[in-house]
């Protein structure tokens, strides 16, 4: 994909550019904020930029993609722009908004390398950024043309008819459509982006897994309040856990994500810690909607079985399921032995997939802080499962793009 031009400069800067690639894109960042504020106004999370973890994510996204272009030329990362593209057009990102990345993140490299970056270096650079854009500017076309909306019209209005106090941290808010427009359905997995004005009047966006499949009137999605964290981060969640009530309206997109449930035969395991069951929860009430018989297996972690979000919910469409089980693994041990931890169901402490026996031939779905995917997707490839086979889905930017490795 690279022009043979280009090949040798990037091969030869890498490692460098590599090296320096979080500081790159920490000032990059920095830059363009100090340009254009109003990007922090309704476009970017202001909590991921607190946090950094945006940062990072840009840097890994970066070094990843020049990589291939060096080691594998002829393949194209469709699992890392995929993900990348769905988090853009729920954003309601637009292709001209490439060429403002574009202008800072080249000025933060030189700000950055200095001299290092020659006029051979800057053009190199500048073709591998304008690749990776162009593919993702292709692949967001196509999903906007799918859906049959643009930047623009990607959002609409919802109003909240109920809220569901599932555990002390989690509430789930059910909205229904507030005029006749066409509403795309969502796909098992999907989420919406919430974008809502805080108090000092910036709008922000946060995603959100939807819980329930459509019923073409309601959508339903859970919050869970962040605690202790640097005040950008845990600003939406307050804002939902205190402010929002039924009978208010919130602006929602239409639903994004590539981590879809594939309709198959195969036998289903999925697996969750905390809030992650919220992906888990929407694949489920879809699979009871379409009346599947598929083997469905829900691995799920928790701190006790009281702050097992969507606890009801998922139990409930389990049963309704032709063979569905649930196994889990509680913190607290006293409770896990209370709960059954005899029957082989429930269990204590961290989750390890050993304790129980998984069908062959299965799909795997993942969802969960970062240390457990890692822990969860290690055990299963350790015991034989193909990489393939395992879908996980992260909340906020990817820092770990394991798909891409």
């Known amino acids: 994909m690279l022009s043979d031009t280009s090949l040798p400069v990037i091969q030869a800067t890498l490692p460098v550019v590599g090296e320096h690639i979080e500081e790159i894109a920490k000032r990059f960042y920095k830059h363009m904020f100090e340009a ?3 990007l922090l106004d309704g476009l970017f999370n202001r909590g991921n930029q607190a946090d950094g973890r945006q940062q990072q994510a840009l840097a890994g996204s970066i070094a990843a993609f020049a990589g291939m272009l060096v080691e594998k030329p002829d393949q194209v990362p469709d699992h890392l722009l995929s993900r990348v593209a769905h988090k853009h057009v729920s954003l309601g990102l637009s292709p001209d908004q490439y060429q403002i990345v574009h202008d800072h993140l080249m000025w933060a490299i030189v700000d950055v390398l200095g001299d290092a970056v020659t006029p051979e270096v800057a053009a190199a650079w500048d073709e591998v950024y304008w690749l990776m854009a162009n593919l993702l500017i292709n692949k967001e076309r196509g999903l906007y043309n799918a859906v049959h909306l643009s930047p623009e019209t990607i959002w609409r209005t919802w109003r909240v008819v109920q809220r ?18 066409d509403v795309k359905p969502s796909l098992p997995g999907q ?23 459509d019923d073409g009137q309601h959508r339903q999605f859970a919050v869970k309040r962040v605690h202790g964290l640097p005040t950008p981060d845990g600003e939406m969640s307050t804002l939902l856990h ?11 997109s239409a639903p994004f994500g590539d981590v879809v449930l594939e309709y198959t035969d195969r036998p289903l395991v999925m697996a969750s810690a905390g809030i992650g069951i919220t992906p888990m929860a ?37 049963a309704k399921l032709a063979d569905g089980t649930l196994k889990t693994w509680f913190l607290t041990p006293a409770e896990a032995a209370e709960a059954g931890e005899a029957t082989g169901s429930v269990f204590s402490g961290f989750m390890d997939v050993s304790d129980v026996e998984l069908p062959d031939d299965a799909e795997y779905y993942l969802c969960g802080p970062l240390p457990f995917l890692k822990s969860v997707r290690s055990a299963l490839i350790a015991g034989g499962v193909p990489a393939k086979d395992i879908q996980y889905e992260v909340f906020g930017p990817d820092l770990w793009l394991a798909d891409f490795q």
């Open 242 to 252: 205190n402010d929002v009530q039924v009978g208010d309206e919130v602006v929602l």
């Open 164 to 181: 569901i106090q599932e555990t002390a941290d989690v509430v789930s808010f059910v909205v229904e459509r507030t005029d006749e427009r």
């Open 36 to 38: 254009q504020p109003d």
């Open 191 to 213: 989420y919406v982006t919430l974008k809502m004005t805080m108090p000092d009047g910036v709008q922000q966006p946060r995603q959100y897994s939807l819980t329930k499949a």
């Open 282 to 318: 929407g694949m489920l009430s879809h699979l009871v909607q379409s009346g599947s018989r598929r083997q469905v297996m829900l691995l799920h972690a928790d701190d006790s079985e009281a702050t097992f979000p969507l606890r009801a919910q998922v139990t409930e469409d389990l």
